[in-house]
């Protein structure tokens, strides 16, 4: 079936094109059985959220988790991620590997995926019993050993509170540099969790590819990881869900405002620099809402065009997913009824949602 559609890119001019398949066509290429209304609307090639965990619903359930239920959660959240317009995610981790099978889902069912499989972290370094607990002289096996299957992250706690010590680095530099070398040596790339000033060093100087949270980064760190083109997925709705659930007067709680106003000063710098920033929900709203992140982000600092960018355009480019609208494509798309440059809360109700050629949301005359 070939089903015409209008689309209209941001600061672009509108084009005829087709649905043909999971592909886009040209319109002379063959007759036109339906037509799908999208020519009021603004195009883009969907969402992306760059921290997700589909084995969760929620925070709260960082526990073990049977495997029938993470399996259970995937599916569902991969598709309730579809239904809110994020066609492409990087899943940054689970408790189990039984997590990966969603990749074997049909294409649409899910978003574009790349993820990390079991977190890697130390005794004590992370929630009791969650990922895979190993010391310094047993990282690179673990890494080594997630590197083997169809993961195409593997996620590494940087640091984590310890009672009576406070936010404390897991692995030094040179242990987390193994681990990436292992890594890249397999075609694989390294996100690593820092939410406090002692896990920033050793993941910089290791060269990792991701920083997740990185509330404590510096200039000088945005310097380099432009420079290395790494990208930094800041999760500020997270770090806020965090300091609601910790209290704001806890310790962990002060720690972690003071970052978030690190972040006023560190986004702009990093949009100056052309650090690649992604968005990511890290669990603070439901599963399809990573909107709301970029216009946090926004709110914090980064400019609508940044923000809007760091919600999709950016994270494909960077994860390398074709994107875009021109025969041969993926036929994946999100329309909305507003430039979002201009308004980026329009990005919360996408009004047309195509995914691998199968109409999500939309009706077609």
Known sequence: ???????????????????????????????????????????????????????????????????????????????????????????????????????????????????????????????????????????????????????????????????????????????????VEVAHLAGRRV????????????AMEAGVDSIEHGLFLSTGDLGALAARGGAWVPTALGAEALIEMLGAGSSGGRLLTTGIRNMRDLLPEAERLGVTVLTGTDLAVRHGRVALEAIRLHELGLSAPAALHAATAAAYDYLGVDRGFAPGLPANGVFVDADPRERLATLLEPLVIVRAGAIVRGTTA
């Open 191 to 202: 996100a690593v969790h820092t939410m406090a000033p002692g896990g920033i060093a050793p």
């Open 1 to 179: 079936m070939r089903t015409l559609i209008t689309v209209r890119e941001p600061g672009r001019e509108p084009s005829p094109l087709v649905i043909d398949g999971d592909r886009f066509s040209d319109p002379d290429d063959g007759p036109i059985d339906a037509e799908l209304a999208t020519g009021a609307y603004y195009a883009l090639p969907g969402l992306a959220d760059c921290h997700a965990h589909l084995g969760l619903a929620n925070i709260g359930q960082m526990g073990n988790l049977a495997d029938e239920d993470i399996r259970a959660h995937c599916v569902a959240h991969a598709w309730m991620q579809v239904e809110g317009g994020v066609l492409l995610i990087a899943d940054k981790g689970s408790s189990s590997d039984v997590a990966l099978e969603i990749l074997d889902a049909p294409p649409p069912t899910r978003p574009e995926m790349q993820m990390a499989g079991r977190i890697i972290a130390t005794p004590g370094g992370y929630y009791p019993g969650y990922g895979h607990e190993v010391d310094e002289a047993g990282l690179a096996d673990a890494v080594r050993a997630a590197s083997a299957g169809p993961a195409s992250w593997v996620k590494i706690i940087g640091d984590w509170p310890r009672k009576g010590i406070g936010p404390t680095a897991n692995f030094g530099a040179a242990a987390l540099r193994t681990a």
